[in-house]
Nanobody
Framework: QVQLVESGGGLVQAGGSLRLSCEASGRTFSIYKMGWFRQAPGEERELLAA????????YYGDSVKGRFTLSRDNAKNTLFLQMNSLKPEDTAVYYC?????????????????WGQGTQVTVSS
């Protein structure tokens, strides 16, 4: 089992920044990739960005490319999502997820473990 704990959400004005953190624990050696998703009310869950645990491959969705950046602290098994130039339409619950299967990082499928989610609200 892998446990994921997100933190860093909150309320920010449009144009501002937030950094989300996702700390993984447990059988982290089994992780192949990690990703950040978000889901707004009435919307489908959207894959924003993903990275292989080794760091060899990285993916950004079109809606966040150029504004959001992934980084990792391997020593702390922590994945970060730096979010800049936030817009009201970025308002959603943000989830960290980890997958064990070897599939392309751009694939939103085959994630085995999920965090509890953290709310991000961007005011206009």
């Amino acid at each position: 089992q892998v446990q994921l704990v997100e933190s860093g959400g909150g309320l920010v004005q449009a144009g501002g920044s937030l950094r989300l953190s996702c700390e993984a624990s447990g059988r982290t050696f089994s992780i192949y990739k990690m990703g950040w998703f978000r889901q707004a009310p009435g919307e489908e869950r959207e894959l924003l960005a993903a990275i292989t645990w080794s760091g060899g491959s990285i993916y950004y969705g079109d809606s966040v490319k150029g504004r959001f950046t992934l980084s990792r602290d391997n020593a702390k098994n922590t994945l970060f999502l730096q979010m800049n130039s936030l817009k009201p339409e970025d308002t959603a619950v943000y989830y960290c997820a980890a997958g064990q299967s070897i599939v392309p990082v751009a694939s939103s499928s085959v994630y085995d473990y999920w965090g509890q989610g953290t709310q991000v609200t961007v005011s206009s």
